[in-house]
């Protein structure tokens, strides 16, 4: 069985479990040096995170071999969770009561709102956390003892990494900048001789400055969608309303937050006042030749694509940003720094995995071979 990645013990991995000194009967999915991980906690988490996939990416639940997998990393977690609590406990890791109490109370910030975002007094606020609580059948201390062990899981790893982990040379950080210069200017003959290694280090920086730095507007859209299987006619008429909206907006007679509302077939722009930011060379050419040509201010006739059509109004625009090597390299610095840091996780990891006896209960179905998976590992996730 594959171990895959590590990830922070969460309030919702901490709430998700049931109680470690459940008295009840129960089966064991997989043991870490013999202590049991229970088929109770085991269902709630996944149960949990397969929730999370279902009200963010319900379509992955589609196929039973995503649901699997998914199963499979729940457990994958939850013995490499075991693996680095046993070492912490080893190691006599010590956590101050201070700290614990200082991580509770902003946990309990997560539940100064409700669902829909609206402020909660401090007693609704409480009483919301007092819910989850309970409705998971943990006790407050139960739940203060496992924010100990969290706490003292990151104190090791960051410990670790410290010890292990090499601050970045300046001829690291002028390799990575020249290796984001390569791949933003798209020189494939300069990409191909580049090892897997720098590319896999430099390609997400690349992806992020490419974004931050080009060319980008702030918009107005109004949407009107046309069908998949429309007809020429259906097209002409879906024009005229998108022609009709425009007058309105342009006669003063709607908003163009009000043309949202009431005519857009894509409400999403709301969510910000009415507005959106369109970053060229995210969308078809075509489209951002048409949309970057309007001015500030105007008000565009509409934009056909392939969905329907668009009437935006530009707010703001910002040109192409261009950098140099003396102001970002802080920013690569941290970077080489974080992976260096991950890397003596993975390699600590991998060295209790190799001293651990590891024993799994379950097995995973798959009608399609399961992908070969790495073994990688994360340090904890600063609260």
């Known amino acids: 069985m594959k171990l895959n990645k590590i990830t922070a013990i969460t309030l919702a991995a901490f709430l998700g479990a049931a109680a470690l000194n459940a008295k009840v009967v129960d089966s064991t999915v997989a043991t ?19 929730e999370n996939y279902k009200n963010r990416e319900p379509a992955v639940l589609a196929n039973k071999d995503n649901v699997t997998a998914i199963k499979e990393e729940v457990l994958n ?13 080893e190691q006599n890791i010590k956590v101050k009561d201070s700290e614990v109490n200082e991580s509770i109370v902003e946990i309990k910030k997560r539940f100064q709102k409700d669902a829909s975002g609206k ?4 007693k609704e606020a409480q009483k919301a956390f007092n819910d989850e609580l309970k409705k998971e059948g943990l006790t407050y201390k139960q739940f203060e003892n496992r924010i100990k062990d969290q706490l003292a899981v990151k104190k090791m790893i960051d410990s670790v990494a410290r010890e292990k ?14 290796d984001i210069r390569v791949l933003m200017k798209g020189e494939q003959a300069a990409i191909k001789k ?3 290694e720098r590319l896999e280090l430099a390609a997400p920086l690349a992806a992020k400055l490419t974004q931050l730095t080009a060319e980008q507007i702030k918009l107005s859209p109004v949407f009107v969608k046309v069908d998949k299987n429309a007809t020429q006619a259906n097209w002409k008429l879906k024009e005229k309303e998108a022609k009709d909206i425009k007058k309105k907006i342009a006669s003063g007679k709607i908003t163009f937050t009000e043309a949202i509302e009431k005519f857009s077939d894509d409400k999403t722009p709301l969510a910000a006042g009415g507005e959106m930011i369109l970053i060229r060379g995210l969308m078809p050419k075509d489209f951002d ?13 509409p934009i ?14 910002k040109a192409q940003k261009d950098f140099t090597y003396k102001e970002i390299e802080p920013e690569l610095a941290r970077f080489l720094a974080a992976a260096e840091m991950q890397k003596a996780n993975i390699e600590f990891l991998n060295s209790l995995k190799d001293k651990a006896e590891i024993k799994v209960m379950v097995k995973f179905e798959y009608s399609q071979p399961a992908p070969e998976a ?10």
Do not use: C, H, W
């Open 304 to 317: 056909k694509t392939e969905d329907g059509y668009y009437v935006i109004r530009v707010n703001e625009k």
């Open 374 to 383: 790495k073994t990688e590992a994360k340090p904890a996730a600063k609260k």
């Open 32 to 50: 870490v040096n013999g202590k049991p991980i229970l088929n109770s906690e085991y269902e709630k988490v996944s149960q949990a995170t397969l």
């Open 289 to 301: 030749d048409k949309v970057f040509n309007v001015k500030v201010g105007e008000i565009s006739d």
């Open 77 to 89: 977690q939850m013995i490499i969770e075991q693996l680095l609590l046993q070492a912490a406990k």
């Open 165 to 178: 982990a090499k601050a970045p040379t300046k001829e690291q950080t002028q390799q990575l900048y020249d």
């Open 119 to 122: 402020d909660l007094t401090e």
């Open 194 to 196: 580049l090892s897997r």
